[in-house]
């Protein structure tokens, strides 16, 4: 039995490495749980679909655009109507697919929903792989396996029981708080003005329409337009009413955009619609918010109070909105 006597010795080294590597991985992600900054906490919302939300009347999909220019606090609290906002930043129409997918039993039978259209819906907005896997493990902590586009069991575990892995630079956020990040940090000027400047607002516009569309190898993919009708298709299927629609962007934004392409975009999305027997409403060079900075968080994204502004409009103007408000009034009383 003695010539086993290495090789036991050996595997029980190994067991132990392995054990002590794990038990340290273990230790360090429950420090980085501890500090890290909540990466997907606009998720949170999907936590109390199931108790809170079973008869959705009016919502939106979308990537940021729709997260932050549709105001529902009037109609649900005041008005008694249940509206959800299910868009996300950087959310693309395969996940808006995905997360109605997975909770297709949750809308009304008479349901009206707000589809945001932007300059960069058709094309990839990640500008590399480490923030698409970012972005993608967001979904991994609501969405049922069986609804993740190209499900990776990897990112699963990872974003579930050892995001310590997927830390990247914030894997500096263990360090102590004398770190020269932070040190950086406490030396930098403090921000003593109420909002932008003008001049800021030029800035990130610049920066924002470069990160959406610089180095595209192309701005209208096929994948992202078959995207698009299967989600009009699934509205079909489940008795919601689909309203195309683009926000609205400061003049700064959607004068960086080229009149050829305004004109492949806004022929693109007339063609989808025209297919699909559903309207489409262009908000993004409107007069009463484009030279209004006031109503802008930044250079394409509404605040609340642009966003309140933007309700009160479409309720108004667009005839399905306005219609489903009138059929559905007693919702009111």
């Not at 050996?10 to 429950?30: E, H, M, P, Q, R």
């Not at 079909?236 to 962007?249: A, K, N, S």
Request: net charge negative.
């Amino acid at each position: 039995m003695k010539p086993f006597h290495p090789f036991i010795n050996f595997t029980a080294k190994c067991f132990a490495v392995c054990g002590s590597v794990i038990f340290l991985l273990f230790l360090l992600n429950l420090r980085y749980e501890q500090v890290m900054d909540r990466p997907y906490s606009d998720a949170d919302k999907f936590r109390y679909m199931n108790s809170t939300y079973n008869n959705i009347q009016i919502c939106n999909i979308g990537s940021s655009h729709g997260e932050y220019a549709f105001y529902y606090e009037d109609l649900s609290k005041k008005s008694g109507y249940q509206c959800f906002n299910f868009a996300m930043a950087s959310q693309t129409y395969d996940y808006d697919y995905a997360v109605l997918s997975m909770y297709r039993n949750h809308f009304a039978k008479d349901c009206i929903m707000f589809i945001p259209v932007s300059y960069f819906s058709f094309n990839n907005e990640v500008i590399n792989e480490t923030e698409e896997e970012f972005l993608r493990a967001k979904y991994y902590t609501f969405l049922s396996p069986r609804y993740i586009p190209h499900y990776d069991p990897y990112i699963d575990i990872v974003t579930h029981y050892f995001p310590i892995l997927s830390a990247g630079e914030d894997i500096s956020k263990l360090l102590p708080s004398f770190s020269l990040r932070a040190l950086a940090a406490e030396a930098a000027p403090a921000d003593n003005h109420d909002g932008p400047s003008e001049e800021e607002f030029l800035q990130k516009a610049l920066d924002r329409y470069s990160r959406h569309m610089d180095d595209k190898e192309e701005y209208f993919m096929a994948e992202r337009i078959d995207n698009l009708y299967a989600i009009l298709s699934f509205c079909e299927d489940h008795g919601i009413t689909p309203v195309l629609i683009t926000t609205p962007y400061t003049s700064y934004y959607y004068e960086q955009a080229s009149v050829e392409f305004k004109e492949q975009f806004r022929s693109l999305i007339s063609s989808i619609a025209s297919d699909c027997g559903v309207s489409y409403y262009d908000y993004s060079e409107d007069e009463r918010f484009s030279n209004h900075l006031e109503y802008f968080s930044d250079a394409d994204h509404l605040n609340d109070d642009g966003a309140a502004l933007f309700m009160d409009i479409i309720k108004q103007e667009i005839p399905e909105f306005a219609d489903f408000l009138s059929r559905n009034q007693f919702q009111s009383d």
